[in-house]
């Protein structure tokens, strides 16, 4: 097998380095094969005041060939779902909202995104019979993915971390909620 390149190794790196934010747990799982030579994937969950899951992936793809497509040799990718209530899903500005979520966690990170792009999915599920569960639920599922722009990919760790906390409704870093039926502070 062929040595692990430099530039995969220090895109690697700056991924790991970013601390967690809070609320949001990170780790490394074993990423997809096939869609480059070489690939680093993390997870990530964080539950929302309301209790409801967003869960999320990120991968780096490192291919020397630089595919036309990406246009680099760096090409990250992000599957995330999050679970909605009802009210919620069937806002039908909603998909917009979340890919909002994306942009603006990039945009806010200061992390170059060049060939953006993605898709967003509403689903609803009914659950009958013996399956556990609630006997409805909602989820979005944003799909994206993009070329980095700058060599240190440390604010696109940021941004995935960020998007994460916006699907699963989470407060600013350093804000925190109230707590509506006993009026203090929401724990953290």
Do not use: C
């Not at 069937?90 to 890919?99: F, H, I, M, S, T």
């Amino acid at each position: 097998m062929a040595a692990v390149p430099e530039t995969f190794r220090q895109a690697v790196a700056a991924l790991a380095a970013p601390a967690e934010r809070t609320g949001v747990a990170v780790s490394e799982v074993r990423p997809p094969k096939r869609l480059a030579p070489w690939a680093y994937a993390v997870a990530a969950e964080a539950t929302g005041p309301a209790d409801e899951l967003a869960t999320a992936r990120l991968v780096l793809l490192h291919d020397p060939d630089e595919p036309d497509s990406w246009n680099g040799v760096l090409r990250l990718v992000v599957y995330l779902r999050a679970e909605l209530d009802p009210e919620l899903a069937a806002d039908p500005l909603l998909p917009g909202v979340g890919w909002s979520w994306l942009t603006d966690a990039l945009h806010e990170a200061g992390a170059a995104a060049d060939r953006l792009g993605g898709t967003v999915t509403l689903t609803s599920s009914a659950r009958f019979g013996d399956i556990a569960g609630p006997p409805r639920s909602h989820d979005l599922e944003l799909r994206g993915s993009w070329t980095p722009g700058g060599e240190d990919l440390g604010a696109h760790a940021i941004a995935f971390q960020e998007l994460l906390a916006s699907a699963a409704g989470l407060p600013p870093e350093g804000v925190s909620l109230l707590n509506q039926r006993a009026g203090g502070a929401a724990p953290r």
